[in-house]
């Protein structure tokens, strides 16, 4: 069983920073691409920015210039530092990881940018 558990999400001003956090726990052998995606309310689920275990990166357009993804393969965490945001950054974010040929999201955590 693979459990991915979020953090760092909270209500910030516009042209604040966030940075969110990703754990990965269970029977992990190694992980694949892991990545950040989300959801705001009325929306469907959209990508943000991925990172396989080679380091390779991949951002929406929208998140290009001032997101930045990072993972630790050691401690099976990926982290995405968000600067400069926007109110149309506000949803739920989520993180996804694909072990062993399955893919699994964790439960979401709110970001909201609002003055």
């Known amino acids: 069983q693979v459990q991915l558990v979020e953090s760092g999400g909270g209500l910030v001003q516009p042209g604040g920073s966030l940075r969110l956090s990703c754990a990965a726990s269970?029977?992990?052998?190694?992980?694949?691409?892991m990545g950040w995606y989300r959801q705001a309310p009325g929306n469907q689920r959209e990508l943000v920015a991925t990172?396989?275990?080679?380091?390779?990166?991949n951002y929406a357009d929208s998140a290009k210039g001032r997101f930045t993804i990072s993972r630790d393969n050691a401690k099976n965490t990926v982290d995405l530092q968000m600067n400069s945001l926007k109110p149309e950054d506000t949803a739920v974010y989520y993180c996804?990881?694909?072990?062993?040929?399955?893919?699994?999201w964790g439960q979401g955590t709110q970001v909201t940018v609002s003055s």
């Open positions: 269970g029977s992990i052998f190694s992980i694949n691409a």
């Open positions: 990172i396989t275990n080679g380091g390779r990166t």
């Open positions: 996804k990881a694909f072990i062993a040929a399955a893919y699994y």
